[in-house]
């Protein structure tokens, strides 16, 4: 192979490339696909090889290691150097056809430059009728799920704005308004509905703000931890643990660990603490006052 494939006519330069091929520092093509795109190129004429990507070949001088063939205004596919493990640099054929009837990969890569060769005649061509519309079709596919999607984010985007100033206007000066509706115009069904979870709603915010004063008193060693143990009581506070009995557990604690009997496991009293299990218990200690009797 005597003459330069980049010499040759139907060789082209994408235009980040183009610089490199004009100061002189893009001089050849990578010696694994350069047979091929050679012999391609001086036995098709017509095609366009369009060199696309380039690597150092050293410290001053590039090489071409992947085409990109045409013919007229159609892609037919490309031609790039690639790695198999194994077999190191390979030269690699790609286009629509060659994905299609390839399991696992979407290109053909072999290290023999007659085999590329012959698959890249064999698959490179302009596309049949029935090409061309599958591949329409495909375009059109992606085009019209990525445009409704797209406007589906707009709309979701513009919804979150519009939503938080109403909501933002319902909890304040449309509060009144609502309610009055509520009462007035709303079907039973609907009005029933709307005070029963209102009642509740503020019932949880009280249980809410207690939960998350236990919360961070217990994180900070503000409470109280008891452990019910054989009939006596252990109670850490900060860092001291003392053990007491039924007759000598403060009074305070007594009457909060009493209410908390009362309820069920995992369960929150307001001002009170909470109940973790039958046995262990966790006090809110900011109103008691002699938690340090019996000590």
Known sequence: MSTNTLELSNIAYAEDIK???LNGTLTVVHGVIDPVINRLASLNPLWTFTAFRIARKSSNEYHVDGFKVRLDSEELGTITKSYMGGKGDVIAITNDRIGKVRSRSSSYRTADADKAIVMAKKMFGKM??????????????SIVTSASWTKQRECDNDSRVVNKELEKWASTKGYAMFME???KEAALDVRNAVIQSKDRLATLKVEMQTIER????FGDG???LIVKDAGKYLVKIGDKINLYSDGDLPTDIRMK???LKLVEDTQYLTDIGCRVTSEIFVLLIDDLTNVSEGE
């Open 181 to 183: 509706y509520i009462d």
């Open 222 to 224: 503000k409470t109280a």
């Open 257 to 259: 660990l009493g209410m």
């Open 19 to 21: 610089e490199f091929r």
């Open 128 to 141: 049949s009728p029935v090409e061309r519309i599958n591949k329409a079709k495909d375009i059109a596919e």
């Open 214 to 217: 236990v919360q961070s008193d």
